[in-house]
């Protein structure tokens, strides 16, 4: 059997282990995995570590009336990001402002995911803010970064929050490069 939902309905503080489980018939009829995680929360949505790969989830997703799942965005190679950007899409570059001073896509708006502090990065705390002062919930908006990953885990909270139609860029900033697409610098 195949699962094709990932459904976290436990509210509880702090890291939490899960066990795997297999349920035959998950929210609407559909086969539900649990996998073992380490979950970490942090303001209401938070990280499912599993074997060192990061997902996003989201806690309210257990208590929709519809219990329907969460989008997982959707990636596409930089080729066809690119023609969706020239068929109208909007270019949402998640990378930070020094990143993106240092070259972008042509007509990419950049609202940071994460911001270098020290020798790491954090979160951007207003992000959805931010991203809801330049895009509508309704407009197509292809997201890079990067490589692929902090575009990913943008475009899973832009879905989580609303946003109808996100496509994720995969491969980021640095495969639209290398493949000559058109950038600014």
Known sequence: MEANSIFCSASFPGPI???PVLSHRGPNKRGLLVLPAVINRQQGCGTIVIDHKNLIFCPKAAHRES?????????VPVRVAHELVQAGHRYLDVRTP????AGHAVGAIN??????VGSGMTKNPNFLEDVSSNFGKYDEIVVGCQSGKRSLLAAAELLAAGYASI???AGGFAAWRQNG?????
Not at 98 to 101: L, M, P, R, T, V
Not at 111 to 116: E, I, K, L, N, T
Not at 181 to 185: I, T, V
């Open 67 to 75: 219990s329907e799942p969460i989008g997982v965005p959707t990636s």
């Open 98 to 101: 020094e990143e993106f001073s």
């Open 167 to 169: 496509t994720d860029i």
């Open 111 to 116: 609202v940071p995911y994460m911001y270098r």
């Open 181 to 185: 697409l058109p950038s600014q610098y």
């Open 17 to 19: 282990v899960h066990r």
